[in-house]
C-alpha cells in the first residue's frame, strides 16, 4: 500500500479509537487516573481537530510525507502514553482506547512509517521533525487544559 493509503486508513483508525474512548467514558477515566480537568465538550473539539489533521495529513501524503509521519507519531505517543503506560501504572485498570491503540495505533503508524522508509521518504531531520510535530500535537491540547484555568486566560473575570 501506498503512504497515501496508510495516511487515510490513520484517520479510520482514529474514527475507531475516538468511538471506543466516547464508548467507554474516557472523560471520567482521564480525570481520574490521569488528573485532567476534561470535559466532554474538550473531547468533542479536540477530537474534531484530529479527524479535521487526519484528513489533512492524508491529502497531503503524496507531496509532504512529514504530514502523515508526524500524525503516525501522534498516534503512537497517543498510544503509549495515554493508554499503554496509564493502563500499566494503574495496575491494570482498563484504558478506553486501548484497544484500539493496541490494535490499530500501532500497526498502522509503524506500517506509515514502514512505507515511508522504503520509499526513501525519510532523513534523519524528517524523522526529528515528524516526532516532534506529534509530540507537539499531543500536548497542545493538555496544555490548554491546564492553563484555561489560570487567572490570566479566564474570561468570567473582571
Excluded at 468511538?19 to 479536540?46: G, H, I, Q
Excluded at 503512537?76 to 491503540?101: E, Q
Amino acid at each position: 500500500m501506498t503512504l497515501t493509503t496508510w495516511a487515510w486508513l490513520a484517520l479510520a483508525a482514529y474514527g475507531a479509537h475516538i468511538l471506543e474512548e466516547y464508548t467507554f467514558d474516557w472523560r471520567n477515566w482521564a480525570r481520574a487516573v490521569m488528573k485532567l480537568p476534561v470535559e466532554w465538550s474538550d473531547f468533542y473539539v479536540t477530537n474534531a481537530l484530529v479527524v479535521v489533521l487526519g484528513a489533512v495529513q492524508a491529502e497531503l501524503a503524496a507531496t509532504w510525507p512529514l504530514a502523515p509521519l508526524a500524525y503516525a507519531a501522534l498516534m503512537m505517543i497517543n498510544a503509549l502514553f495515554f493508554h499503554v503506560l496509564p493502563f500499566v501504572r494503574s495496575g491494570g485498570r482498563f484504558s478506553p482506547g486501548l484497544a484500539t491503540a493496541l490494535v490499530l495505533f500501532f500497526p498502522v503508524a509503524i506500517a506509515m512509517w514502514r512505507r515511508a522508509w522504503s520509499d526513501g521518504l525519510v532523513d534523519g531531520a524528517t524523522a526529528v521533525a515528524a516526532i516532534v510535530a506529534g509530540a507537539l500535537l499531543m500536548a497542545y491540547p493538555v496544555v490548554l487544559l491546564n492553563l484555561r484555568s489560570k487567572s490570566y486566560f479566564r474570561q468570567d473575570r473582571p
